[in-house]
């Protein structure tokens, strides 16, 4: 019975993965940029994130793939699993690009 379930569960918690390292990424180096919508942090991705305008278009189209699998219509399939994988690569992506930006920060703590 739940066998439909896990594919729109694994894409909401990828999308709550995705904001909070966007949130992240905000608080470091534009804070208050959080408090726009969705859209227009994406909008700004690409010059915070630097040089690496693949990653900011790969999350944007990732942002938009989760979203829409999340408000889904009963008539809708879920997202397969491919489309899952590439959008919690793309995710593992942004988180990991965020942390090293945290690590190179001034003041920041090291992780072991």
Not at 77 to 95: D, G, K, M, R
Request: hydrophobic residues 45%; glycine residues 6%.
């Amino acid at each position: 019975m739940t066998a439909g379930i896990w594919p729109r569960a694994t894409a909401l918690l990828a999308r709550q993965a995705l904001e909070a390292a966007l949130d992240d990424l905000w608080s470091l180096r534009a804070p208050g940029v959080e408090q726009c919508s969705v859209h227009a942090q994406l909008l700004c991705l690409p010059y915070y994130l630097g040089s690496d305008d693949t990653l900011a278009e790969g999350v944007s189209y990732t942002w938009a793939g989760l979203s829409h699998a999340v408000h889904h219509h009963p008539y809708e399939l879920p997202p397969t699993s491919a489309e899952l994988l590439e959008w919690l690569t793309t995710v593992e992506q942004l988180v990991n690009s965020v942390r090293s930006a945290c690590a190179r920060a001034p003041g920041a703590i090291q992780e072991p």
